[in-house]
């Protein structure tokens, strides 16, 4: 099996760092600045049978002040083109609060066929995990989601998971 994944979120909620923990090495500049990613990144992920290529998605910021700034133009058109013919879409959110830019990257997939997997990013920060539940079932309403799964980009916790649940997709 094969497939294109695509990693989409808002800047600073995690893409780059959860693209290399999948691949296992530094292929995505991570920064806490956002826009770090100015180009699309690809990996690739062979294991057994299966190859999944993942593309971390430069940031959809169109909420920015100077939108019509040609970087920004650019890098819209490329988070775009990411999202033509994906099998699956990886969108991340952070684990605390719901912000503009995350719906306006949630817009952007309204025309998404491709599955929709949502991850919310960072658990690692919370000291409760109860506190989590009401937030995924509010982010979980907005859309009819393949899956839902908490996970720590950073940590690796819930990533196979996430992992497992994009490879129904292929
Ligand atoms: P991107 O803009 O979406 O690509 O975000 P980055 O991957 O560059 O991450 C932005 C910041 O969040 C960096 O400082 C990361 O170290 C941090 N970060 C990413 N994932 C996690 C996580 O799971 N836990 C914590 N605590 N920090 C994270
Ligand atoms: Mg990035």
Redesign the pocket.
Known sequence: RCGFVAIV?R???????LMNRILGQKISI???R?Q??RHQVMGIKTEGDDQVIYVDTP?MHIMSKDRNKAINRFMNQAASQALRDVDCVVFIVDRTRWMPEDQVVLDKLTHVKAPVILAV??V??LEDKASLLPWLEEVGAKRDFAAILPL????GSNVPELEIEVAKHL
């Open positions: 979120g800047p600073n909620v995690g893409k780059s760092t991570t920064s806490r956002p770090t990613t940031g990013n960072k690692d920060w720590s980009a950073k940590h």
